[in-house]
Nanobody, 125 residues
C-alpha cells in the first residue's frame, strides 16, 4: 500500500485548501482512507474518514462542517476540502489507510495500517 499526500501550504485565516491523497496497492475494497493531523507538540488526531466500499464518511465533531472528505475512485484519490480555516488548524496533515471497521462501520484510529507522508498546512491570522 502506498499513500501520497499533497496540497498543503500557507493560507490566511478564513481561506481554503484542498488536500489530496493518492492511494494504491490495495487488494480489496475493505478499507477506508482517513485524514489525521498533528500540531507541534500535540498528539496526532483524526479529522475525517471515508469508506472505500460504500463511501460512508465520518468527521470529528470539532470540524463543525468546515471540512469535507470525498473520493474520486477513477483517480484513486481522496480529497480533504478545508474551508474557513483557522490558525488552530495549523498542523501536518497525514492520510492513512485503515482496515477493520467496527459493527457501526466506523474506522477508529486503531485501525490504521499505513501512513502517508505528511503535508504541512499553515494558517496565518
Amino acid at each position: 500500500v502506498q499513500l501520497q499526500a499533497s496540497g498543503g501550504g500557507l493560507v490566511q485565516a478564513g481561506g481554503s485548501l484542498r488536500l489530496s491523497c493518492v492511494a494504491s496497492g490495495f487488494t480489496s475494497d475493505d478499507y477506508a482512507i482517513g485524514w489525521y493531523r498533528q500540531a507541534p507538540g500535540k498528539e496526532r488526531t483524526g479529522v475525517a474518514c471515508i469508506s472505500k466500499r460504500d463511501g460512508t464518511t465520518f468527521y470529528e465533531d470539532f470540524l463543525k462542517g468546515r471540512f469535507t472528505i470525498s473520493s474520486d475512485n477513477a483517480k484513486n484519490t481522496v480529497y480533504l476540502q478545508m474551508n474557513s480555516l483557522k490558525p488552530e488548524d495549523t498542523a501536518v496533515y497525514f492520510c492513512a489507510a485503515q482496515f477493520g471497521a467496527d459493527r457501526g462501520g466506523y474506522y477508529s484510529s486503531a485501525s490504521v495500517g499505513y501512513w502517508g507522508q505528511g503535508t504541512q498546512v499553515t494558517v496565518s491570522s
